[in-house]
């Protein structure tokens, strides 16, 4: 079971750090954020390879969002820097299926386990 945390009521350009608790099941697997916002559809954020050693991002939210991962902690993590009011979503943490090849990543069906989401909101 994956469950997401981290999120709050922030300013625009103001940073936050989202965590996912991914647990063991997840350690040999991908694992991504998504979001989504009222009245839209999830959409990818970022992905990051089951080592560490690979990442892919949205163009969105490049340059300003990283995503890393402890293996020790089989957390992932979601660094948001200068945030902007577009940010504004429930955001969720995802496991990339077995055997699922690092291209469309944007894909939700190729995540087979998805925790609940955290709320992040961005005044302007």
């Known amino acids: 079971q994956l469950q997401a945390s981290g999120g709050g009521l922030v300013q625009a350009g103001d940073s936050l750090r989202l965590s996912c608790a991914a647990g063991?099941?997840?350690?040999?697997?991908?694992v991504g954020w998504f979001r989504q916002a009222p009245g839209k559809e999830r959409e990818f954020v970022a992905t990051?390879?089951?080592?560490?050693?690979?990442?892919s991002y949205a163009d969105s939210v490049k340059g300003r969002f990283t995503i890393s991962r402890d293996r020790l902690k089989n957390t992932v993590y979601l660094t948001m820097n200068n945030l902007k009011p577009e940010d504004t979503a429930v955001y969720y943490c995802?496991?990339?299926?077995?055997?699922?090849?690092?291209?469309?990543?944007?894909?939700?069906?190729?995540?087979?386990?998805w925790g609940q989401g955290t709320q992040v909101t961005v005044s302007s």
């Open positions: 990051i390879g089951w080592n560490g050693g690979s990442a």
């Open positions: 063991r099941r997840s350690s040999n697997n991908g």
């Open positions: 995802a496991r990339l299926g077995y055997g699922a090849n690092w291209s469309n990543l944007f894909l939700t069906h190729k995540y087979d386990y």
